[in-house]
């Protein structure tokens, strides 16, 4: 089946310091691509919906200054967390769907920690 | 209440019982997944459903749309199950995600 790569599955990064994640479908075209975020013994929660070559729709709430999304191409999707601060550390995960929207795919998410 | 709701919320189990965990919703849906968190790590999708069942090895997961319900079992369970179980259900006509709060499975040897 197809893949979704998420990557790193792990970051330690410095308060003020920007991080980016990667979610990379393997073996089809993503034209659409979603970020989730989990906080500590809640839901995974909707941040935003990437689609290649145009900006992102972000939900209510999510300040799209300091979560960058970029879907330049219908593989790669990145989400940048610019001036990390502990707050912002979560567990962030994207999904893909194929372009007829038949099928979507989870990457393994990323467990961010801020200092 | 939420759209997506899972039950029980936490469930310990003996090893090699037959578990089952529910995931009820509420809106229309173009599929249903089961996940898989271990703590501290990542997510591995185990099941996509739109319709009917699915197996694989000792994980079968049903689904009725008619109910809006899905069920994940675990049979013959060992304690490498023990992760919380997610159901995240993506709404008709787009994959938006909602989740279920997930359920916590402990498996004592």
């Known amino acids: 089946g197809a893949v979704v790569s998420q990557h790193p599955s792990r970051v330690i990064c410095k308060s003020g310091t920007s991080v980016k994640i990667e979610c990379r479908s393997l073996?089809?075209?993503?034209?659409?691509m979603f970020w989730y975020r989990q906080f500590p013994k809640q839901s995974l929660m909707l941040m935003a919906t990437s689609n290649e070559g145009s900006k992102a729709t972000y939900e209510q709430g999510v300040e799209k200054d300091k979560f960058l999304i970029n879907h330049a191409s219908l593989t790669l999707s990145t989400l940048t967390v610019t001036s990390a601060h502990p707050e912002d550390s979560s567990f962030y995960i994207c999904s893909a769907s194929s372009a007829d929207r038949t099928e979507a795919f989870f990457g393994q998410g990323t467990r961010l920690t801020v200092v | 209440k939420n759209e997506v709701e899972q039950s029980p919320q936490n469930l310990t189990a003996q090893e090699g019982e037959f578990i089952t965990i529910n995931c009820s919703y509420s809106v229309g849906i173009s599929a249903l997944h089961w996940l898989q968190q271990h703590p501290g790590g990542g997510i591995v999708s185990l099941f996509m459903l739109s319709s009917g069942k699915k197996k694989h090895g000792r994980l079968i997961a049903t689904i009725n749309i008619q109910e809006k319900h899905s069920s994940l079992h675990i049979t013959a369970s060992h304690p490498r199950d023990s992760a919380v179980y997610i159901c995240?259900?993506?709404?008709?006509?787009?994959?938006?995600?909602?989740f279920g709060t997930g359920t916590r499975l402990k498996v004592l040897a």
């Open positions: 995240a259900v993506g709404a008709k006509g787009t994959y938006k995600y909602i």
């Open positions: 073996d089809f075209q993503a034209t659409t």
